[in-house]
């Protein structure tokens, strides 16, 4: 059975730093990714990275602030925030499948989700 969990979330002043985490059980994955959700907005991609890490891409609201990262011994993904800003306050989730796509449809598995919370 395959589970993925995520943690790491909190809250945090803007210019802050935070590092989310996701465990991935059961099997191991081609791609995985980062998407997150606003309040009231809809579900936004914001990284993804391929198995050697190889092939890694950003959204540019988050280009040169996150750093998406694997350890594939330990089956886990990172996301590195820093110089975060209040916009980036949202629920993050962690996705895991066989194609690295910006889109959230093409995830099998996904996360509970963690939030983030950047307050001015």
């Known amino acids: 059975q395959v589970h993925v969990v995520e943690s790491g979330g909190g809250l945090v002043q803007a210019g802050g730093s935070l590092r989310l985490s996701c465990a991935a059980s059961?099997?191991?994955?081609?791609?995985m990714a980062w998407f997150r959700q606003a309040p009231g907005q809809e579900r936004e991609f914001v990284a993804y990275?391929?198995?050697?890490?190889?092939?890694?891409v950003y959204a540019d609201s988050v280009k040169g602030r996150f750093t998406i990262s694997r350890d594939n011994a330990k089956n886990t993904l990172y996301l590195q925030m820093n110089s975060l800003k209040p916009d980036d306050t949202a629920v993050y989730y962690c996705a895991a499948g066989g194609a690295a796509t910006s889109v959230f449809g093409a995830y099998d598995y996904w996360g509970q989700g963690t939030q983030a919370t950047v307050s001015s």
């Open positions: 059961g099997r191991t994955f081609y791609a």
């Open positions: 990275i391929t198995w050697t890490g190889g092939n890694i």
